[in-house]
């Protein structure tokens, strides 16, 4: 029962098919670390919608903000994400999972970089 109740909320199957489109979107530009990144980014925000479908408003709206943030963020030409833009969604991504208790969702390592830099922000949360 507690599944039907979690889809039964509006906004959960929107915000999932909205990060789903826009991974399908980002396949066609990124590739290697980068597609990996959005993908790992994309599988987190995809449990956080779901696990906090019956949360609180305040929950729900930290977890819808992280969505959009991935989902809107653009900073490049040529192609729908820069590393960088990329980075910062998952900042904001690890930010919402860790204030939200969920430390098993913080994604690891940036392309680029080590794994440090995503730990640093799950250890400062």
Known sequence: MA???RSSRPGTDILI?????????????LHGPELELAERLASCLRELVVSTAQASAADRAQVRAAVHYFVLRRESRGRLLSVRSLAAAQRLVNRAASQLGRPDLVVEG?????????TDVAAHN
């Open 3 to 5: 599944v039907e109740e």
């Open 17 to 29: 098919r909205k990060v789903d489109s826009h991974v399908t979107a980002l396949r066609a530009g």
């Open 110 to 118: 940036r392309p680029g970089r080590g794994d440090s830099a995503a």
